[in-house]
């Protein structure tokens, strides 16, 4: 993970970045700062492809967004577009074939933005969760304000499991500790005040299980089948992180037969294509996310943790301040 304090005004030729998968609210302040860091952006709304790499002839750098991926054959045209940095507006580069991108001559690095906005999202699903919120906003919109079967947890109440205690699994923890409950964590590198335990028996123990590693071949599926049954009966999955840490079919079945107590879900599996896009006149091909947003105890929101105004403003910073720092590596050498 890169950060990277705010660059000078360059002195000389502006920088050149082309910044491709670029909503309305991050062009505005791609503009914004540009002029603050001496670079001259060249903007677009569509993501990489073959046939756009040429908005980023004569610039070494560009900026990608993470909602769609970049192909092999797209990076090999970046590369003879003469692109040799590719900042991604994200923490994940799961969207990226990274070891191809080096071996074309491509250097990929992602930005840091404040954890605050995914761990104060985490903590806002696992509440939502535990008091039932999805049936009792459902049944108010229909005017039933009946109690039964709607009673929560308190969270002091509940053993808390941590995975992954990075920055944002670190802030989660922190917000966590005001609550009262038990918190454990898992991860290879202690970094916190929590109890740390092996995954197996952070899954054994706790009532709520909420997910912050980062997605490598190494935790992919992470919550397995195996894994799944493990935990304690009526425990409920937060995913904040990435979709393909929980193996989807697991979780479904998890759900159906009573296993798990619910789930609160801002990333799944196949969610490309899907989330960020209007579905309201479009047919959803994944019979998964149409499982599981019919049950009253899973909540699905479309990867939007990380959306808040102070996140995506470092968002913008950092993927600029990644290209001028690249750009002054190179010239050092």
Avoid: W
Avoid at 9 to 16: I, S
Avoid at 156 to 164: A, E, F, M, P, Q
Avoid at 315 to 332: A, D, G, P, Y
Wanted: hydrophobic share 35%; charged share 25%.
């Amino acid at each position: 993970m890169t950060y990277s304090e705010p660059a000078r005004k360059a002195a000389g030729p502006a920088t050149g970045i082309t910044v491709y998968g670029c909503g309305q609210d991050e062009a505005t302040l791609f503009r914004e700062m540009a002029p603050r860091f001496g670079v001259k952006v060249t903007i677009t709304d569509s993501a990489v492809s073959e046939a756009n790499t040429g908005l980023a002839s004569g610039n070494r750098c560009i900026s990608v967004g993470h909602k769609t991926r970049i192909t092999n054959p797209a990076l090999l045209a970046l590369s003879r577009a003469g692109v040799t940095y590719i900042s991604t507006r994200s923490i994940g580069r799961n969207h990226i074939d990274v070891e191809y991108a080096a071996g074309v001559g491509i250097s990929v690095e992602n930005v840091a933005y404040s954890p605050d906005s995914v761990a104060d999202y985490t903590l806002m699903l696992m509440l939502m969760a535990v008091r039932n919120v999805k049936v009792t906003v459902r049944r108010s919109d229909r005017h039933d304000y009946r109690l039964n079967e709607v009673r929560g947890k308190e969270l002091r109440d509940l053993t808390i499991g941590v995975v992954g205690t990075g920055r944002i699994g670190t802030a989660v923890v922190e917000r966590l500790r005001g609550f009262g409950g038990r918190i454990l964590a898992c991860d290879r590198r202690p970094k916190t005040a929590a109890d740390y335990v092996s995954l197996d028996e952070l899954l054994r123990l706790s009532d709520i299980v909420t997910l912050h590693a980062p997605l490598t071949t190494d935790t992919h599926h992470l919550l397995d089948r195996r894994r799944i049954e493990q935990m304690k009966l009526g425990a409920f999955i937060i995913n904040t992180g990435r979709g393909s840490l929980i193996d989807t079919g697991a979780l479904v079945s998890a759900l159906e037969n009573g296993r798990l107590g619910g789930a609160a879900l801002d990333v799944i599996e196949g969610e490309e294509g899907i989330f960020y896009a209007d579905c309201r006149n479009r047919r959803i091909e994944s019979k998964a996310l149409l499982r599981l947003q019919e049950m009253p105890n899973v909540l699905i929101t479309p990867h939007t943790a990380y959306y808040t105004d102070h996140a995506l403003s470092d968002t913008v910073e950092n993927s600029i301040t990644n290209c001028l720092t690249f750009e002054r590596r190179n010239q050092h050498g």
